[in-house]
């Protein structure tokens, strides 16, 4: 057994080090387990031309400003994994690496944290494992039979791998929009969308969106009528890649083929295309087998929740999974409310019990 503590944080990225943050303030005892070996959370592991959707300035944690990269609006991957670095020892965060939680179980007044080095035994816990690791790929007819390469997007690293291939990107998304981009000037890149791409004015980041998410889920508790929210400006930020290549006439979108053959794709209609490698830039889901002994999914395998803590769990928290635990909670910007709410409900239920 590990020494009891008050709270645990499963998960070291940009929501489990927002949770520290807020912790550490209150003066809360907590450890922050990570499986990663090294700090930057998933920003660590992803394609080498990926650009945030905001300046610096507006992509940063509670406390903490990220710095300006010079000569870049839009920060990279790399820039990002130097900001969590630096953030998580200028707060003395005490993160223990490598560390993989398998379990979370009631145990008396305790909840019970099983890793794979040991147990740890907390008054409260904060899951903060994001979704990175639980990529959604959707299930086609051929898929087996396809003999070039089946790729997600936690797989993808930049296109030199791929010169002169034929490649399908799947997902009409910001994520299918960056590595279409990426590819469209090496490949032969098919570009595959459920429907049309919406691309948001060139002068619309991740500024306005995270404004928009904010009145959406404040419309919304308090009773009123949805406006459309984020929606109803588009799906895809024009960062400087996508502008160009899109200005460029190089991303062309088509509509979703039906299944896979073993050479290529197919269309409904028969139309048929060779390919070299498919690209899913499918999305994520909810990264919380771990929780799974409390009994506590709900519809869609989210957890219910009333702001941050678990409905059928006071004292566990979730957030950075996406709006249903704050608005824009899975970005930089927006985990910093849910991770000062629920500091500060778990702070509360420490003084009471």
Request: net charge neutral; proline share 7%.
């Amino acid at each position: 057994m590990r020494p009891d503590t008050d709270v645990v944080v499963i998960g070291g990225g940009q929501s489990g080090l927002a949770a520290g943050y807020h912790l550490r303030r209150l003066g809360v005892d907590f450890v922050v387990l990570d499986a990663q070996s090294a700090p930057g959370g998933a920003w660590q592991h992803t394609w080498d031309s990926l650009r945030l959707f905001s300046p610096a300035a507006y992509s940063s944690l509670p406390g903490r400003l990220m710095p300006p990269q010079p000569g870049e609006a839009y920060p990279d991957a790399p820039h990002v994994v130097d900001y969590l670095a630096d953030y998580e020892k200028r707060y003395e965060l005490p993160v223990v690496r490598g560390e993989s939680v398998r379990a979370v179980r009631p145990d008396g007044r305790f909840l019970r944290v099983e890793t794979d080095a040991g147990a740890w035994r907390a008054r409260a816990v904060v899951s903060a494992t994001g979704s990175w690791s639980r990529p959604f790929v959707p299930a086609l007819p051929g898929a087996q039979a396809f003999r070039g390469r089946l790729l997600h997007t936690v797989d993808y690293r930049g296109a030199s791998a791929f010169a002169g291939q034929r490649v399908i990107v799947v997902g009409g998304g910001n994520s299918g929009a960056q590595i279409a981009a990426d590819l469209a000037y090496d490949t032969d890149l098919t570009w595959a969308t459920r429907r049309e791409p919406r691309f948001l004015a060139d002068d619309i980041d991740g500024r306005v969106l995270f404004d928009v998410a904010t009145a959406r889920r404040r419309a919304l508790d308090e009773g009123r009528t949805d406006s459309g929210g984020v929606a109803s400006l588009g799906d895809i930020v024009a960062v400087p890649p996508v502008r160009e290549a899109r200005d460029a006439g190089l991303l062309k979108a088509s509509p979703m083929f039906a299944r896979l053959t073993a050479t290529g794709v197919a269309w409904a209609d028969g139309t048929t295309a060779e390919a070299d490698a498919v690209i899913w830039c499918t999305g994520f889901r909810p990264a919380l087998s771990h929780l799974a002994p409390l009994g506590l999914r709900g519809l869609r395998g989210h957890i219910p929740t009333t702001g941050t803590r678990a409905v059928g769990e006071p004292r566990l928290h979730l957030f950075g999974y996406g709006d249903w635990t704050g608005p824009a909670s899975a970005t930089l910007i927006g985990v910093g409310r849910p991770a000062r709410d629920a500091a500060r409900e778990i702070a509360a239920l420490l003084q009471e019990s």
